[in-house]
T-cell receptor, first 115, second 112 residues
Framework: AQSVTQLDSQVPVFEEAPVELRCNYSSSVSVYLFWYVQYPNQGLQLLLKYLSGSTLVESINGFEAEFNKSQTSFHLRKPSVHISDTAEYFCAVIPSGAGSYQLTFGKGTKLSVIP | KAGVTQTPRYLIKTRGQQVTLSCSPISGHRSVSWYQQTPGQGLQFLFEYFSETQRNKGNFPGRFSGRQFSNSRSEMNVSTLELGDSALYLC???????????FGQGTRLTVV
């Protein structure tokens, strides 16, 4: 079984400041890792994913995450946040090569960007 | 390419009633999974269907059921509704390589 821990439930940050949202996972097998973003009253949108290869993955809107196997972490970072980044962010995992698609999510981190 | 479509967006039901939610996956996707999202429990996996067969099931009571049709559209049903069933129900369809899931906008169910 897998588990995901998002260490901060809420993160306030000033506009244009950097931010890091932390995610740690536990799994006895190899996993794929994901970050999803959810705006109020919306579904989940995939922000970025790690499947294999380079441990640093980037999104089109300036977010990046680094897979650290030894620390079992997949922290999300952005060097300069914008008001529009205010949302809830979820880290998720799935066993790689799994026969079924079942995501295990963290509890989420609410990012509030302060003008 | 159309995304995942969930209907209806909002529902209000009374305790004891039953409800059916619908999900149309992205064209070509055969896997559809359902999640319940609540403030207290977060996002929890309900079940997954692939080619009309339930492939995996989460830890929910038998009141929660689902099915998938030959066109990959899926429905989930909740019978004998309880107040605690109030939640956002999300449907996702996954790519054939199982490397990415695409979520619908969700159905907000309120049980009164």
């Amino acid at each position: 079984a897998q588990s995901v821990t998002q260490l901060d439930s809420q993160v306030p940050v000033f506009e244009e400041a950097p931010v890091e949202l932390r995610c740690n996972y536990s799994s006895s097998v190899s996993v794929y890792l994901f970050w999803y973003v959810q705006y109020p009253n919306q579904g989940l949108q995939l922000l970025l994913k790690y499947l294999s290869g380079s441990t640093l993955v980037e999104s089109i809107n300036g977010f990046e995450a680094e897979f650290n196997k030894s620390q079992t972490s997949f922290h999300l970072r952005k060097p300069s946040v914008h008001i529009s980044d205010t949302a809830e962010y979820f880290c998720a995992v799935i066993p790689s090569g799994a026969g079924s698609y079942q995501l295990t999510f963290g509890k989420g981190t609410k990012l509030s960007v302060i003008p | 390419k159309a995304g995942v479509t969930q209907t209806p967006r909002y529902l209000i039901k009374t305790r004891g009633q039953q409800v059916t939610l619908s999900c149309s996956p992205i064209s070509g996707h055969r896997s559809v999974s359902w999640y319940q999202q609540t403030p207290g429990q977060g996002l929890q996996f309900l079940f997954e269907y692939f080619s009309e067969t339930q492939r995996n099931k989460g830890n929910f009571p038998g009141r929660f059921s689902g099915r998938q049709f030959s066109n990959s559209r899926s429905e989930m049903n909740v019978s004998t509704l309880e107040l605690g069933d109030s939640a956002l129900y999300l449907c996702a369809s996954s790519s054939p390589q199982n490397t990415e899931a695409f979520f619908g906008q969700g159905t907000r169910l309120t049980v009164v």
